[in-house]
């Protein structure tokens, strides 16, 4: 899920996953990322999810203003890695970061010695909406994708290859245009994965 990794010189301070539909930043404590600083106005910005991985930043009239790449903005959509800057304040975002979750039963895996069990890399990568084109790598032994409270996957990493199933959500994904349970289904290379309206192709390669 998106993430936003908050620094000020160079020394991260906070590190947000943006799950709600809008998530606010500024002074106030109202907000759900609170800046406890003059430079930021008391409801300085807020930022938009739409579907899974789309993330607008827009500026709420604050004082000091909100840049992307040395520019103030009003409201713009974020690219992975773009950093945003308020005075003094770096906020980077990420598009693609995953979060760990308990998941029996998963384990890496492992390449035999004689080389029977090849490692193979696995990413998703988004076929539809304004993050077409998007890859999100598999790295970790259990890997959680989607909207939490909307419709969330956990894709985990076993020994004969990768699973996935609904974890969460009222929404169900589909795999290939079937509903999917809560128990784990093997993923199959160019499998299509449906959650909330956004297509993701499993891809695997060496």
């Not at 739409?50 to 009239?61: Q, R």
């Amino acid at each position: 899920m998106p993430q936003l990794i908050a620094s000020v010189e160079g020394v991260e301070i906070k590190k947000v996953s943006l799950q709600k539909d809008r998530t606010t930043l500024g002074r106030h404590s109202d907000n759900d990322i609170v800046f406890d600083n003059m430079v930021v106005s008391g409801h300085h910005c807020v930022f938009d999810l739409k579907g899974l991985a789309d993330v607008f930043v827009e500026d709420l009239n604050s004082t000091n203003g909100t840049y992307i790449n040395g520019k103030m903005v009003k409201r713009q959509r974020l690219h992975d890695g773009e950093v945003i800057a308020i005075g003094n304040f770096r906020i980077q975002f990420r598009a693609g970061s995953s979060q760990p979750i308990d998941f029996s039963g998963t384990t890496v895996m492992q390449v035999g010695p004689d080389g029977s069990a090849p490692q193979l890399n696995a990413f998703f990568k988004v076929i539809n909406g304004l993050s077409a084109g998007l890859e999100m790598p598999v790295l970790k032994a259990v890997t959680t994708f989607g909207k939490p409270g909307v419709s969330v996957v956990a894709v985990s990493h076993r020994r004969d290859g990768f699973y996935v199933a609904h974890l969460d959500g009222e929404d169900p994904p589909t795999l290939n245009g079937d509903r999917l349970g809560d128990q784990p289904v093997r993923l199959t290379d160019h499998d299509v994965l449906e959650i909330g309206g956004t297509q993701m192709l499993f891809l695997l390669k060496e």
